[in-house]
């Protein structure tokens, strides 16, 4: 049986993923604490092999060198990542000889998308991100949108067309990651949107994805939790735990 505590489980996605891993046979919840609890000394209490964190974008970073550093293997679902930090992890995760995820993402067909629009990008150079979520999340753009558009550049072959820069009004083209635009929609009503816009000639193509229910996001927590005491590496997207 694997230990699981749960960092943030008075949230919506915390209390979705306490559903989640006691309707597992193969893994046992082991606590579940929020803001109020000392992160570190509730690992030294409940010992869980794995700790889910889903908080906040702020606490994300610190949360998951305290759960290395006590011994645990960090499922993070929480948002905001930058590069050099997820870097920092993965050294701290191979020093201490410990498996764990940092997850933009944990609903299979999330990264399906992903995947399939870094295929469509080696074809159509061309293409946009409309991500939308509730008007509740924390940060613009979201990481699966910036994690789409950094899978898109690594495989495109040929550039994008160059199109003008000039905006009538500021932020009108999106965010640039790396030449992919990025545009946020915030709006009641939405969980998680994802449509990658690809365009040709005298064609378009659009891959979307689309979570109507936080329970989407499920089936990857336990399938993480399952895989993360297998391994000896902290990974960068579910994708690489899948296969
Ligand atoms: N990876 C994914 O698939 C995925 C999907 C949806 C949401 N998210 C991310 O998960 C995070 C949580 O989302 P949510 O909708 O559940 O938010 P939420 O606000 O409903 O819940 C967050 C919970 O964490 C607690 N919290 C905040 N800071 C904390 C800290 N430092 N230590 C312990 N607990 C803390 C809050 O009290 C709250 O109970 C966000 O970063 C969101 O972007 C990720």
Do not use: W
């Not at 993923?17 to 919840?29: F, G, R």
């Not at 305290?66 to 011994?71: E, F, M, P, S």
């Not at 550039?159 to 990025?182: F, H, M, N, P, Y």
């Amino acid at each position: 049986m694997t230990k699981v505590l749960i960092n943030g489980a008075r949230g919506r996605m915390g209390q979705e993923a306490v559903k989640a891993i006691n309707n597992d046979s193969e893994l046992t919840l082991v606590g579940e604490i929020d803001y109020q609890d000392d992160l570190a000394a509730k690992i030294n209490q409940f010992k869980p092999d794995v700790v889910v964190d889903f908080t906040a974008a702020s606490a994300g970073f610190a949360n998951t060198k305290i759960i290395l550093n006590a011994g645990a293997r960090p499922v993070i679902g929480t948002s905001g990542f930058v590069e050099d930090q997820v870097a920092q992890l993965q050294q701290l995760a191979a020093e201490k000889n410990l498996g764990g995820l940092i997850a933009p993402n944990f609903s299979v067909g999330a990264v399906l998308m992903m995947k399939f629009a870094a295929e469509a990008a080696k074809y159509l150079p061309d293409v946009e991100i409309i991500e939308a979520h509730s008007p509740q999340k924390e940060e613009s753009p979201s990481g699966t949108g910036i994690r789409t558009a950094e899978m898109i550049n690594a495989a495109r072959t040929k550039a994008a067309i160059k199109t003008s820069d000039k905006e009538l009004v500021e932020g009108a083209r999106g965010a640039d990651i790396g030449g992919v635009k990025l545009h946020s929609i915030r709006l009641p009503g939405v969980i998680a949107q994802q449509t990658v816009f690809f365009g040709g000639l005298s064609e378009t193509l659009k891959i979307e994805h689309n979570s109507q229910h936080r329970e989407s996001f499920m089936p990857g927590v336990v399938l993480a939790c399952k895989q993360v005491v297998k391994r000896n590496e902290l990974v960068y997207g579910l994708e690489h735990l899948m296969d």
